[in-house]
């Protein structure tokens, strides 16, 4: 059975940084894609960023490019998602996701103006 578990959210004033961890369990995580998602209040979830399974490819959605990082240690079978640059529009539930088929329980994240 695969789990998820996203912690590193918080309460962040514009401008500021977050990292977000994502650690899995099960030994299928070396192989597999992970994706970021978040939901804002109101609002349909949406695409954040991926990486490969190997760590040598990513893509992130236009709104964090440039902003957001994603990367990952298949040692510690956790992905990160390094947030710099914060917004209010930033403001939202971050999921992560394994494969299309696993997702996490989500952390808050909340960009005060």
């Known amino acids: 059975q695969v789990q998820l578990v996203e912690s590193g959210g918080g309460v962040v004033q514009a401008g500021g940084s977050l990292r977000l961890s994502c650690s899995a369990s099960?030994?299928?995580?070396?192989?597999?894609?992970m994706r970021w998602f978040r939901q804002p209040p109101g609002k349909e979830r949406e695409f954040v960023a991926r990486i490969s399974s190997s760590g040598s490819s990513t893509s992130y959605a236009d709104s964090v490019k440039g902003r957001f990082t994603i990367s990952r240690d298949n040692a510690k079978n956790t992905v990160y998602l390094q947030m710099n640059s914060l917004r209010p529009e930033d403001t939202a539930i971050y999921y992560c996701d394994m494969n299309s088929a696993y997702w996490g329980q989500g952390t808050q994240v909340t960009v005060s103006s």
């Open positions: 099960g030994r299928i995580f070396v192989n597999s894609v």
